[in-house]
């Protein structure tokens, strides 16, 4: 029925010089004008009506801070008019003053009832007018402020339950995506930096795969607690030097591993950075040997590394899924660090051209790998 203010829909009748608006409702033009000058003298903006239902039209057009409402009017009285105006739950907060010269005590029980807010008797006491109109104002600024604010409320808990919604899937998402990626991969994935690695992609990687050998008979006569502790040692261990590179983990699989470098951000000198991976975990390796063999338990490190161009995907089933490298390069890696004894890293002659001379290696010639037709040239990292 009322026009509303455009900052958060509260009805609201100053305008842009913040002058309250008052609309005089009188059916006797002469009293009308009287009030309507003597409220603009005092630096208000009054608007006259004539009528209940010019009064309510005149609402229902433009925003108001109060209304000087006379009782006895034809066809539609003040109550009446009061009554319309407090249907209006935009308006609900509209102070009306009923003018009358009505002095009896029922009348003015009957003009609370239709919900108005005070009352002037005619003829009208201009001091007591502006000291009602300006009390009256005073309040309706405050319940406006207080409604803006409720509505701001709102909006900020509806903003912020958003905020607090797109937060959760956004660390759900991280925490999957710390999975296979070191934590500052994962924030550049999250923060769409590096892409969507969970689309299939093709991609130049550096595939490390290592296994301990002496496992398996360490495994067959040691109590499975011991043979625990020691896996999670090895796992702590090379997740740590996984991370610190910023490697992805393709797999583990009890004692074995494999990891990559290249994707699903892109690495300068990939092959370079790999061999110094393979090291660093040799290195950390043969730290957790020397301890375990205090216990009489003889276990080396073996690492085999290639580069090439592989498939990149995720594949499982839902609530299972993994981060995979398909591609002859995973195969290669593997039967590289087969061919490798404990604390030896062997190398494709890929990555060795790669390296252009970087590291010491010894030419193992064409070596005969499982699964490949033909012999493989391959090369032994030099112990440092």
């Known amino acids: 029925m009322t026009a509303q203010s455009p900052t958060n829909g509260i009805p609201t009748g100053a305008g842009a010089d913040n002058v309250p608006r008052i609309l005089v409702v009188d059916d006797t033009a002469a009293n009308a004008k009287l009030l309507a000058d003597l409220l603009e003298s005092h630096g208000y903006q009054a608007t006259q009506t004539s009528s209940g239902a010019d009064a309510l039209a005149a609402l229902a057009q433009a925003p108001y801070d109060l209304v000087l409402l006379d009782v006895v009017m034809p066809k539609m009285d003040g109550y009446e008019v009061c009554r319309t105006i407090r249907e209006d739950a ?62 701001e409320l709102v909006e900020w808990t509806a903003t912020l339950e958003r905020r607090v919604a797109q937060e959760i899937v956004e660390v759900q998402r991280l925490s999957r995506l710390k999975r296979f990626f070191s934590p500052n991969v994962a924030e550049l994935i999250v923060s769409g930096a590096a892409g969507d690695p969970f689309q299939s992609h093709r991609r130049e990687i550096v595939v490390i795969y290592l296994d301990l050998r002496g496992f398996t008979a360490f495994a067959e006569s040691w109590e499975p607690e011991e043979v625990m502790r020691a896996l999670a040692a090895y796992h702590a261990a090379m997740g740590k030097v996984v991370v610190q590179y910023e490697a992805t983990l393709e797999r583990f699989t009890g004692d074995a591993m494999m990891v990559f470098l290249g994707d699903p951000v892109a690495v300068d000198k990939p092959a370079e950075k790999a061999v110094a991976l393979a090291l660093a ?30 498939t ?30 404990g604390g030896e890293i062997v190398l494709s002659q890929r990555v060795f051209s790669e390296l252009d001379g970087a590291v010491d290696a010894e030419d193992l010639g064409e070596v005969q790998l499982h699964g490949f037709a033909r012999p493989i040239r391959a090369y032994r990292l030099a112990q440092l």
């Open 281 to 310: 975990m040799r290195d950390v390796a043969l730290d957790l040997s020397s301890k375990w063999k205090k216990r009489g338990v003889d276990l080396g490190l073996a690492i085999g590394v290639d580069q090439v161009v592989a």
């Open 312 to 341: 990149v995907v995720t594949i499982g089933f839902e609530g299972r899924i993994d981060y995979a490298a398909i591609g002859t390069v995973t195969n290669l890696a593997c039967r590289l660090c087969q061919h490798a004894r």
């Open 90 to 151: 935009l308006l609900a907060s509209l102070p009306v003053v009923m003018v009358t010269a009505l002095d009896a005590k029922d009348e003015r029980v009957k003009g609370l009832e239709a919900g108005a807010d005070d009352f002037l008797s005619k003829p009208i006491n201009q001091p007591e007018l502006l000291a009602r109109v300006r009390s009256l104002l005073r309040i309706k600024r405050m319940h406006d402020h207080m409604q803006r604010q409720a509505l």
